[in-house]
Structure formats: C-alpha cells, structure tokens
C-alpha cells in the first residue's frame, strides 16, 4: 500500500482520483483487532470466533441525514458508524468491523472525506474495530449529495441473539440511553441557532450506550432493538414482531426531560413539548428492551413499562401511540419518504 | 413480519413507504442458507462456520454503472450481486449473504426495486446465499439517480485468504472467465444496437466464475483478484500488492477473440480493436490468479503469463501495459472519477 502523499489544500476527490482518496482513508482507519485482512484486498477477512456473525446496514443521505454546514465531517462519521454500531449492541452483539460504500461528487474536497473516515475510526476505536473495507465511486452526473452506506459486522460472544420477536406478556419495557436529545438538537439548529451544545452535540454525535446491548442479552432480555425512529415508532416495531402490547408509563417517561436540562431550556425557548422528542424522536439509539419480571435490570436500564396481552401496539397510560403522539403535535416517528 | 398487499401498477417508493418497500423488497430477496436471523430485525445473524467472515463493498450509481434503459431491474439486481460475489469468490471463499443499502428517488416504481431484488436473489441461489438485510432511504432532494451499495460475506470454509500479495517470481499467471464480453457490449449499447445478444447480455448480466475461486485457492493459488477495471489495471493491482511483474503473453491474450464470436463481429462491424476490449475492459468479473509453476491449474484457468522480479508491473510481450493500451486506443482500466 502507498503512503497518501501530504495534503494539498484544493485537492478534491476528482483531482486524486479513486486510489487516491482509498489511499487517504485507509491511512485514517485505524485497524481492527478481527482482521486478518484488512483494506485493499478484493475483501475483508475478519475473525468470527462465535462461528456466527451479526451484520446491519444503514445508509445516510446529505441533506436528509446530514447537512455539511451543520455537522463537520467527523461529526458525521461519528453519526454513520454510530448507527451501525447500535444495531450491532441491539442484537447483543459487541462491533468488530465497518464497510463503507460512498457515492460522492467529483468535486467533494479529499480533506471531507478524510474528516467522515477519522470520525468513523474515533466510533469505532473503543470497540477494536475499524473500516476494514469499501468502495468509493462518483456520485451521478448531476448529483451534488454525498451518500454514505456503512455496514457494520459483530460478535455474539456465545450470546444467542437478541430478536425484536421475544417479548412476553408479562415482562418488564426498560430503556437505556438518551431520549429526544437528537430531535432536540435538529429542532435547534433548524431554527438556526447552535447552542445549547449539549443538544446540538448530541444531534451531531449520538452517544449509544453500546455496553447496554449486551449486557441486555446477558441479563435475560427477551426482546430488543435500537431507537432510531422514535420511541413509539420503535416500540410499534417490537410489539408487532412479537405480538403483544407495550404498555408504557407516561410519568416515567415525562421523567427523561430534566426540568434543569436541554430538552426543557429549549422547549421553552422555541416553544413545543419536550415530551414529543422523547416519544418520537430518533437517532439517539438508546436501546429498548423487554425483560422477564424477575431480572435485574442491567445498568442504564429504566422501566418505562410493561407487556400485556393483546392485539399488537403501544399504549401511553392506556391512551394507542398514534394518540399520544396526535396530542403532542408529532407523528409517530421518523418517515423516510 | 407483514404480508405486501398486491401490487398496484402506479405504486412508487413515496406512495408505499420505507416499510411496503422493504415488505416487497424481503419477499422476493429469498433465504439465505447460512441465515441465524433474517431481514426484519436491527442486524441479521448469519453462520460463519470457518470462524472467519470475508466481506466485501461495491457501490453501484445509475447512470455511470447502469442505465434503467439499458438493463432491466432484474440485469441490475444480478449485476450488482455478481461484481460483490466476485470479490467473495476472488479471496477463495463462498458467498453467504449479502446486505443492501439502496438510496433512490422517492418516485421510483416498487415494481423496478422487486425487480432488482428478484435478480439480486437469482444470483445469489446457487450459492444458498440471499440478501439478508439493509436499509432503503429517499435521495437527496433533486436526486434522481439510484444509488446501491452491496456488501456481500462469505465463508473460507477452512481455505486460507488468498489475497493480491502472493504473487512470487517463477509463477504461472492465469486467468479464469471472460475478459471483454461487457465492454464489447457497452460499445453495442452506447452506438443504441442491442446485438449481437452475448455480448450486450454480457454486459446486463456478467457471468464470473464463481467456483473458480475457491478451486484456485484449494489447487494453492498464491495470489489472486477480479477483474472488474480490466486485465492490464488489475494485474498491475496484483503485481503493486505483490511487489512483482506480471509479464503476459499477448499472442494467448489475442486468443481470447474468437474470430467466430461477438468480439470479433462487433469490432468488425463498429470499428475497434477487440483485443483492447479483453485487456482493458472491466465488469465481466474474470478472476486472475498466479499459481506456482508446479501446480495444475483447476479447471477453466488459462495459462496467460509469469511471474517476474523486478519493479512492479505489467509487460505484455516486454511492452509497459500503459504502452499497450495507448497502442489500442485504450487507458487502462476503468477509471471512477
């Protein structure tokens, strides 16, 4: 492999060309402790020691999940591994690689796309993975956005999968990690402001409680899935797939807006409910999970509510999601077209 | 997991959702063999019995790797499987899985992505692979090109990685598969003819020599890649990783050109040299490999050159390959930007 030669201000992705722009993501990739063969090869070869691999695919778009003038370039490669790494932990699984497919325009400065790479290796480094491969074409004629698809691989370390199908009437719903904090942040920089930073950061870097994954799977959880769509969005996903109702707890969840934190400064300055991005607003990846009543729930975890028997859907103190949310002002979730 | 309604002739990606594509998408995207946990959960869980997970990434946009006037959803969805299963194919491991992450305009029919996913799952049959997962978004605002990005795994099934860095002085060079057929089509297509067939379908549907791999890699290959930017380009890919010269035989090479087949005819009827076509034309997904001088080829190698010392290259006939290609009008090898 050759070195990357030094950075020259104007280089772009047209006047380095495709080698080019691998040579210099490669250099910030940082390796991944499976590799057996890392980038630059036809593939990857990755130690699979569970004799099982994990595997989950996102796909980010500028202009609908990232805008260039909102995040810098780490920040999105932090937020496209991110996603992926929290699909991973919501099967229980711990991440040990990253496949990056990106179509960018000719034009994309080389010094952008080094930023993504060095914030998708900054994600991954705690975990000991790593991009071990990808693809990097030009966008179509005429196309300015860049599209990133990241697929990310992991180990079930012995654990057997955590399925969205296994929820049980009479488990516990707990979650772990950040609710509304992202939509917060998007409602902030949408109105043009970039503070507090705790919310626009949040949006720009989602921090998912990774280690909760699983820890979820070793304490027993029936049933799991990240929240990427929204809590109630996501709920409805984990009901139907196991054919039962989650019952949620309204005041619990009233609980995750800190009246001293972001969610309540900025409702009150821009006005809106903050209970509306707890319940329906994704890309924070916190980790929903059912429980036999009788576990302990593994650190992070809060009980938000139970399972109950009955046609497949979720309900807030009793009120259907669509309701609830109806009466925020918000949809249900995420809507991606 | 719900049922798709039947199809309505007018349906579009906007007009069904993220969740009715991906419903059409999954019922046509067949099982894979190898498949823990399918399409429908945060991450697929697939068996990787060697213990080891090959993966490999490629990006395919419309308009610079496939026309929807061209090629059918059907041709797309085998060409996209192909160039991924290739490079599974190219390490000497077999296909298990692959995972999509497609970005397309919100107008596009639902019939065209069933159909890209009726071919995807065609290709992927005979190996018991299938797509087990992915991610379906809108474009950017403004985008009307297809953007698919296809990871494919595989397993070693206990083989050793056969990578681009084997190659030693004293090997045989040999090649396995077609070289030229899809460029020769491409010519067809872009001058608006559509036969000869072979060789348009040639360039629709590339056929690679899947089983070709792993017998290279079980008759003790030292080196091996796909050819998907042409002979001359990926030799010399295989000779950098190596730190040798690929020395060819341009008499063998020119025996590629049946005089009595569509390489022959179209450069006979469109101008052209066909034997630029089999050096420097991509996408057919042939597979080179070098071997020790000692060893029998497997089945549907051919024997086209040695491996030499000395600074890495590509000779043909003693000729530098760029030498060769500015001889036949030809770069030499397909370029991304």
Not at 10 to 31: K, L, P, Y
Not at 138 to 152: H, M, R
Not at 184 to 212: I, K
Not at 265 to 279: E, F, R, S, Y
Request: charge should be negative; proline fraction near 7%; aromatic fraction near 4%.
């Amino acid at each position: 492999m050759t070195r990357p030669r030094p950075q020259a201000a104007g280089d772009t992705v047209a006047s380095v060309g495709e080698f080019g722009v691998i040579d210099r993501v490669v250099a910030r990739a940082g390796t991944a402790a499976a590799a057996v063969v890392g980038p630059g090869d036809d593939a990857a070869v990755l130690r699979a020691p569970d004799s099982r691999v994990v595997a989950a695919c996102d796909v980010l778009v500028e202009g609908r999940h990232f805008r260039r003038d909102w995040s810098s370039a780490e920040d999105v490669g932090h937020k496209a591994a991110a996603a992926n790494l929290a699909d991973v932990a919501a099967m229980g699984a711990v991440p040990t690689a990253l496949l990056v497919g990106l179509a960018c325009p000719a034009g994309t400065p080389t010094a952008w796309l080094e930023g993504v790479a060095t914030g998708m290796a900054a994600e991954c480094r705690p975990h000991g993975a790593a991009v071990v491969g990808g693809d990097t074409v030009a966008s179509a004629p005429g196309s300015d956005a860049v599209v990133l698809s990241v697929t990310a691989l992991g180990d079930l370390q012995g654990r057997a999968p955590v399925t969205r199908g296994g929820a049980r009437p009479g488990d516990v719903v707990a979650v772990a990690g950040r609710l509304g904090w992202s939509a917060c942040g998007w409602a902030v920089l949408r109105r043009g402001f970039t503070s507090p930073h705790a919310a626009v950061a949040a949006h720009r870097r989602p921090e998912p409680p990774y280690a909760a994954g699983p820890a979820a799977a070793d304490a027993g959880a029936t049933a799991m899935c990240d929240v990427s769509d929204g809590l109630l969005a996501d709920a409805g996903h984990l009901a139907d797939a196991s054919g039962v109702v989650l019952h949620l707890d309204r005041g619990t969840l009233a609980s995750f807006v800190d009246p001293a934190g972001p969610l309540a400064q900025v409702a009150a300055a821009l006005g809106g409910n903050p209970l509306g991005w707890v319940l329906t607003g994704g890309e924070d990846h916190a980790l929903l999970a059912t429980f036999p009543a009788a576990a302990d729930l593994p650190a992070g975890f809060v009980r938000i509510g139970v399972v109950e028997d009955g046609a497949p859907g979720v309900l807030v103190d009793g009120v259907a999601a669509a309701d609830v949310a109806e009466g925020l002002g918000e949809g249900t979730g995420h809507v991606h077209f």
